[in-house]
């Protein structure tokens, strides 16, 4: 809980607003985000840009470099909200997890401790130590999402999934000729980095905003106004 509390201080993360205790239930009280990612993409079939990616990758750099730094873990379309402007906000505090947790391990067996395993790193389902590149799997997936319009390893169920990855029999989400083809080049090439099987090998966070920028000037651009306007009103966001 106080995890939850101190976190929100950035425009695309949920803001937590307070919870209510009693012996037999929790309730968590957050801002009022009427969609999300997963509603643009799979029910009012509206297509995204590289503006929402690039806010989501704002929210991620804002969790990393929290003090201790928070793992999101469990990142994917139904965690992304929309506010009443349209602004993405990243949620879903239930897996959210300090690096100082980071050696908790996933028990293939149990199955706890774990979020959706489409979006999940091949490591962590694995048993594997998490750390800030899972997140950039999952973000990878998320990308997926966007340019394929359609859920990863669609019809697969959990257990085949969790099975298929650790043994690697299940090959990682890929985009067809023809969804790859709607989109500038270098969004399926940054999807594909970050779903590479070595964690090492993926872009980090910052690396992710980057290439974004670069692919997206003009949203690049209005995040930061936007930023700037948010910290004027007295928001305690770090800007980037």
């Known amino acids: 809980m106080q995890l939850l509390s101190e976190l929100g201080g950035h425009r695309n993360v949920v803001r937590f ?12 009280l957050l801002e009022l985000c009427p969609s999300s990612l997963s509603d643009r993409l799979y029910k009012e079939d509206t297509d995204l ?9 704002l929210g991620l750099y804002y969790l990393h470099h929290c003090e201790p730094p928070v793992l999101h873990l469990d990142l994917k379309s ?23 947790d980071a050696a ?7 199955r706890s401790g774990i979020g959706s395993p489409q979006w999940i790193a091949p490591e962590i389902l694995r048993g ?13 997936v998320l990308l997926y999402e966007v340019l394929a319009r359609q859920l990863p390893y669609a019809g697969q169920d959990t ?11 299940l090959e990682r989400p890929a985009l067809e000729p023809a969804d790859a083809a709607r989109w500038p080049e270098c969004l399926p090439e940054l999807m594909e980095e970050c779903l590479r099987e070595a964690p090492g090998e993926r872009p980090d966070v910052e690396d992710l905003i980057d290439m974004l920028e670069l692919i997206a000037p003009e949203a690049a651009e209005s995040s930061r106004a936007a930023a700037e306007s948010s910290r004027a009103a007295g928001d305690t966001e770090e800007i980037r």
Do not use: W
């Open 128 to 140: 594997g130590r998490s750390d800030v590149k899972a997140d950039s799997y999952s973000f990878g």
């Open 78 to 100: 139904a965690n992304v909200l929309l506010d009443e402007s349209g602004t993405a906000k990243v949620c879903d505090f239930g897996p959210f997890h300090s690096m100082e």
């Open 104 to 110: 908790n391990r996933f028990d293939p067996a149990e």
């Open 49 to 57: 840009n590289e503006h929402e990616m690039l806010v989501v990758a």
């Open 159 to 169: 257990s085949t999934i969790i099975i298929g990855v650790i043994t690697r029999m």
């Open 17 to 28: 607003l307070g919870a209510c205790l009693d012996a037999q239930r929790m309730f968590i």
